[in-house]
C-alpha cells in the first residue's frame, strides 16, 4: 500500500474503491456478486452471529454460489439478533432479522438461490445522509 | 425528509460497512473530511463552521462543541490534548459502543480535525476494558490509519501529525466524568475535582486538553463534508443534529435507534418502538440514567431535546432510553438507580457518599412498608441539599430519580406507606398470596409444590395460605390451574 501523501491520493482510491463497489453492486458484468453482511456488533455476537457467519460461507461455498461475506457492525435491530443485510446484483440490499442457522439455511435456497421472500425481513425504516 | 422518522448520520456506516476494513471506510468518504480541513481550511475555519453547526455535547450536558474547541485553541501550550470520552456508564447504554465497533474510523478522524483545530498533535481515548470488541475494532483502525498515513506525521503532506492511543478504564461510572477521566489516565485515583480550572485549561498532565463524547465527534466529519448549514437544518432551535438512543425496557422494538433532535417521545416508543410489550400500558420511560429522571404520559408529545427533557425533569445525558410498563413501581426504580448511584459514588465529598445512602435507606424503608409520610419531605430536602453541594456531576444529578418520581407518582409512594401496598405488585415485602376459597376446587397441587409448607387444606376443600411462613417464591400461583391464587 502506497501512502496517501495528497488529497488526490484519497480523492483517486475513494473513486477507484467505489467503482469497484458499483460494478460488484449491479448486475450483468463480470464483477457482479452477491453480498452479505452479517451485523457484528456485542449484541448481533451475543446473540449467535459468529455461528451464523461459519455456516454462510460453509453452505455458500459448498452449494457453489459465489458471495462475498463479511462482517459489519451493529444495524440497531436488538430485539431481532441475528441480523444480516443481503444484497443481490442489481438489487436493493435486504435486511433479515432473527437469523439463526436454520433461518440462514432458508435464505440461501429461497432469496439468494429464487428470488423467493422469506419471513423475518425488516424494512428500512430511516433516511440516509443522502437522502 | 418525511416519509420516516429516523434519519442516520451518526449511525451512517454503522452495519454497512466491515469496521475491521479501512477501504470500506474510504469508499464512504471517510478522511474526505481531515483532508478537506488540512488543505483547504484554517483551524479557526474549522472552529467557525463546528460552531455554526450548532453541535452540543452527546456525553450529557450539551455543551457547545465548537465553543469548546475554540477555548482549548485560545489556551496555549507545548502541548495539547483530544481526549475521547468512550466511557459509557449509564446502565442499559449502548450507542458509545456501537458506533466504535461499527465505524471507528469515524472517531479517529474527528479526534484528528480536533487536534488540528485546537492544535494538539496527541489524542486519547478513554475506553472501558469491558468492550474488547470495540477495543479490537479501534486498535486495528488506529493501525490502518497510520498504514495509509491518514494518521501518523505529516498528514496529507502537511505539517499536521496526530497520533492517537488507547486508555483503559476499569468501569467506574464516575470516571465518565471529564476531570474524573483524566486523573485516572494519569494513574491517579478516579475522582473529580473542582471545575474551574476546566480540562481545556489545565487537563491531562496540566496541558490544555478538550474532553469530547464518542457520538459528538462522530458527527464531525459530516459536518464538514455537508456543510454547517446542512447539519444545522436538522433538529430543534437550539439543539441541531440527530440524537442516538438505546432504546431499552418494556418495548417491542427494543434497539439502537437514531433521530432528529425534536422528535417526540411518541414517536421513538410507539412508532419507532412499536409501542409496548405484551399490549400493556405505558407508565414512563427514564431518560439520562442515573442522572435523569422519569418522564411520563403527559410528556409523550414533547419534543426531545436537550431544554425540554430539563424542563421536564429529567436530561438527556448520553442517550439511554428505558421504557416502563405499567408492573414497574416507580418507587423501586428510584430505588434501584440509587442503588446504583451508592455503588459508583467515589466517596470523595460527604453529601454524595453519605446523602444518597440515606436516601437509599429512606426508599428502601417505603418499599417494605416501614416508611412514614413525614419520609417523603426528608426525600425531597435531603435530595435538594446533595444536589447543590456535591462536587461532581455524579451527586449533583444522583436525586434526580427520586424527585422525579416525587413529582410524577406521588400516590404510589403513598400507596407504600399509607397502605402498605404495591399498585404495581413489584415489592416482594408488600405482597401477600392470598387463595380465593370459591375458585380454590382443593386439587392439592398448590400445597405439595410450597417449598415451605406454608399452604394447608384439605381435600377438595379450600386452601389456605398462611402468610406468616410463606417467603413469596410465587411457586404455587404459577401451578394452581384454577386462577384461585392471587397477590393483595
Ligand atoms: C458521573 C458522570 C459520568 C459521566 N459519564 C460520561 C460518559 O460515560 N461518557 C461521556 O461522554 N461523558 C460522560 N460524562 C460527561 C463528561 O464529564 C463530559 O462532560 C463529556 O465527556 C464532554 O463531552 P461532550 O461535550 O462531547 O458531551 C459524565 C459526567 C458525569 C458527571
Ligand atoms: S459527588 Fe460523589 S462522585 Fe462526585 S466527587 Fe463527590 S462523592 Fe465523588
Ligand atoms: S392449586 Fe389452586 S385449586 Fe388447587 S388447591 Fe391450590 S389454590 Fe386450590
Ligand atoms: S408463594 Fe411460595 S412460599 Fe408462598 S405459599 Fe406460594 S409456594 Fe408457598
Redesign the pocket.
Known sequence: MTKIKTIADLVKLRDELQSKQALADSADNAESIIQIKIGMGTSGIASGAKDVMDFLIEALEKRNIEAIVSQTGDMGYSYAEPTISVKKPGKSPIIFGYVNVQKADEIIEKYIKRDELVEGVIPVNYHTIDN | MTKYKQIRIVLNNCGVIDPENIEESIARDSYMALGKCITEMTPQDVIKEIKESGLRGRGGGGFPTGLKWEIASKNHADQKYVVCNADEGDPGAFMDRSVLEGDPHAVLEAMAICGYAIGATKGLIYIRAEYPMAIKRLKIAIDQALEYGLLGNNIFGSKFDFNIELRYGAGAFVCGEETSLIHSMEGLRGEPTIKPPFPAEKGYLGKPTNVNNVETFACVPIIIRKGASWFNKIGTEKSKGTKVFALAGKVNNVGLIEVPMGTTLREVIFEIGGGIQNGKKFKAVQTGGPSGGCLTEKHLDTPIDFDNLIAAGSMMGSGGMIVMDEDNCMVSVAKFYLDFTVEESCGKCSPCRIGNKRLYELLERITKGQGVMDDLQRLRNMSNVIKDTSLCGLGQTSPNPVLSTLDNFYDEYVAHIKDHKCPAGQCKDLMK?FIIAENCVGCTA?AR????G??TGEKKEPHF?NSEI????????ERCKFDAIIIK
Open positions: 398470596y398448590c409444590v410450597c417449598p415451605v406454608a399452604i395460605i410463606c417467603i413469596k417464591c410465587g411457586a404455587c400461583m
